[in-house]
Each structure stands twice: as C-alpha cells, then as structure tokens.
Nanobody
Framework: QVQLVESGGGSVQSGGSLRLSCAAS????????MGWFRQVPGKEREGVAA????????YYADSVKGRFTISQDNAKNTVYLQMNSLKPEDTAMYYC?????????????????????WGQGTQVTVSS
C-alpha cells in the first residue's frame, strides 16, 4: 500500500524558513515523479515544485522560484521542500504527491490530476 506522509509544517514569521518532508512507503520516490502542492480554502490546489527523479530535473512555480528548493534522499525514500524567505502568501496546506513519470511530465507537472497518490497535508502559516 502506497503511503505518503508529510511533516515539517508549522508557523513562522515572514522571511523565515521551513523544510517539509514527504516520506514514501510502498513506493519508490527515487524512481517516480514527485510534486509539492498547496491549497488555501476556497482556492484550487496549486503546484509549487516537482521533481522528475529519473532525469534529475526540478520544476517550480514562478511564485516560489529562487526561494523554494525540492530535493530527494533516495536512501530514506523521502522528498523535501526547503522553503526560504517565506511570505504571508505562502500560507497554505502543503501536500506531497506522486505519480509514475511520463515523457511530457515536465509540461504538466503542476496539474494535480496527473498524480495518483497524495499525502494528508501539513499546514504552513507565515505571519507578517
């Protein structure tokens, strides 16, 4: 059974940092495509960052480029999202997602419908 478990969320002041973790079980995160999404009440889930593990390519939403970094630890079957210079608008529930990679993944990584597995989410709150 595939399970994704996020951790690392919390409350931080503007300009601070957090590192989110997504631990995968029953699923080889190092051989699949992993994404981080976020959602605030009343809005659609937004793609934040993704990793095409087989190609070593990462993708980011314009709103987080230069501030967030996605990475993986294959030995721990864990994907991370390092978030620096956090802003109040980064406040959201953050979700980890996984899917088998496909050749045009890089063009649609931000589409939540492309992912098969989801974690339960971890809340990030940034105060001004």
């Amino acid at each position: 059974q595939v399970q994704l478990v996020e951790s690392g969320g919390g409350s931080v002041q503007s300009g601070g940092s957090l590192r989110l973790s997504c631990a995968a079980s029953g699923y080889a995160s190092g051989r699949n495509c992993m994404g981080w999404f976020r959602q605030v009440p009343g809005k659609e889930r937004e793609g934040v960052a993704a990793l095409y593990t087989g190609l070593g390519r990462s993708y980011y939403a314009d709103s987080v480029k230069g501030r967030f970094t996605i990475s993986q630890d294959n030995a721990k079957n864990t994907v991370y999202l390092q978030m620096n210079s956090l802003k109040p608008e980064d406040t959201a529930m953050y979700y980890c997602a996984a899917t088998s990679c496909f050749f045009y993944y890089g063009s649609v990584w931000y589409d939540s419908n492309k992912y098969n597995y989801w974690g339960q989410g971890t809340q990030v709150t940034v105060s001004s």
